[in-house]
């Protein structure tokens, strides 16, 4: 079993940086994809970003890209995102997930409770 606790959101402004933390424990990742997503307030849950454990490969989703860096540290069990530029059209709560697959194509046992972030105006 593996439980993902995330952390770090919270209420910005526009123009705002944020950095969310996924902690992981119960199991070792080394086959696994590390990935975030996150769901609009009234909307469906979207991908975000996501990272191979073992080799640090990465893919975005393209309304994050060049603006969201994910990355993790296996020492710490611990897989990041970095958020800039942030808009309201990022509040949403956002979700750490784990499993198996290619970043494409993963399938996402596991997950974390979410954490709130909230870009105002």
């Known amino acids: 079993q593996v439980q993902l606790v995330e952390s770090g959101g919270g209420l910005v402004q526009a123009g705002g940086s944020l950095r969310l933390s996924c902690a992981a424990s119960?199991?070792?990742?080394?086959?696994?994809?590390m990935g975030w997503f996150r769901q609009p307030p009234g909307k469906e849950r979207e991908f975000v970003a996501a990272?191979?454990?073992?080799?640090?490969?990465?893919y975005y989703a393209d309304s994050v890209k060049g603006r969201f860096t994910i990355s993790r540290d296996k020492a710490k069990d611990t897989v990041y995102l970095q958020m800039n530029s942030l808009n309201p059209e990022d509040t949403a709560v956002y979700y750490c997930?784990?499993?198996?697959?290619?970043?494409?194509?993963?399938?996402?046992?596991?997950w974390g409770q979410g954490t709130q972030v909230t870009v105002s105006s």
């Open positions: 119960g199991r070792a990742f080394s086959s696994f994809t």
């Open positions: 997930a784990a499993g198996v697959g290619s970043l494409l194509d993963v399938r996402y046992d596991y």
């Open positions: 990272i191979t454990w073992r080799g640090g490969v990465t």
